[in-house]
C-alpha cells in the first residue's frame, strides 16, 4: 500500500495527494447572495492529522452527489487523489495552510474502522482574551471557539500539545 503524505509536508500545486487524516468539521458552502437562492458553492471541512496540523478540503459542487454520503464529521479517513490548490484568492478559506485539499472526480474516500485512534477529534488553539481583536479576520479564529467550553468535561481525555497553547480531545 502507498504512503500517505502529512498534511504539513503538501506543498500548493501537488496533484494525487494521500492523507490519512479525522474530519473535525464538514459544512455546506452556501452563497448568501439573495440572487443566487442560497445556492450551494461546494461541501468544506476541515482535517486533521496525526500530528495535530490542519487543512481545508473542498467538494465542488459538481462532485456533490458523489462525495456527500462518503463523508461525516468525526470519522478517520483515507483520502487519495486529491489536488493542493493556492487558497490566496479565496476569502471563505479557513486558513490553516497556504493550500486547500480540492476532491476531484477520480477521488477516493477510505472510511477507517480499526485506525485513527490516535488522530484527536477537536484541537483548539487559545490566546488571551485581550489577543482576540489582533487575530486576523481572514482566518475565522472564533469560529466554533464559544462552543469548545461546553465540551470540557471529565468524560473527556486532554492532552497539552505545541507549548500549551492547543488542547486536543
Known amino acids: 500500500m502507498e504512503s500517505t503524505t502529512k498534511l504539513k509536508d503538501i506543498t500548493v500545486g501537488q496533484q494525487n495527494c494521500k492523507v490519512f487524516a479525522r474530519v473535525i468539521r464538514l459544512w455546506d458552502a452556501i452563497n ?18 496525526e500530528d495535530g496540523c490542519m487543512a481545508q478540503i473542498s467538494v465542488p459542487k459538481k462532485f456533490e452527489k458523489q462525495f456527500c454520503g462518503l463523508l461525516s464529521q468525526g470519522s478517520a479517513y483515507i483520502i487519495s487523489n486529491v489536488a493542493a490548490i493556492d487558497i490566496r484568492s479565496k476569502s ?3 486558513r490553516h495552510q497556504n493550500y486547500m485539499l480540492q476532491f476531484k472526480q477520480d477521488t477516493k474516500v477510505d472510511l477507517l474502522h480499526s485506525r485513527g485512534a490516535d488522530i484527536p477529534t477537536l484541537s483548539l488553539d ?5 489577543q482576540l481583536p489582533q487575530k486576523a479576520i481572514d482566518s475565522k479564529p472564533l469560529l466554533g471557539n464559544i462552543m469548545c467550553l461546553t465540551y470540557l468535561s471529565l468524560n473527556h481525555y486532554t492532552s497539552m ?3 500549551l497553547h492547543t488542547l486536543t480531545f
Open 126 to 130: 487559545f490566546c488571551p482574551f485581550y
Open 32 to 49: 448568501t447572495n439573495p440572487r443566487y437562492g442560497n445556492a450551494l458553492i461546494s461541501i468544506d471541512g476541515i482535517l486533521l492529522d
Open 161 to 163: 500539545h505545541n507549548d
Open 92 to 94: 471563505y478559506v479557513y
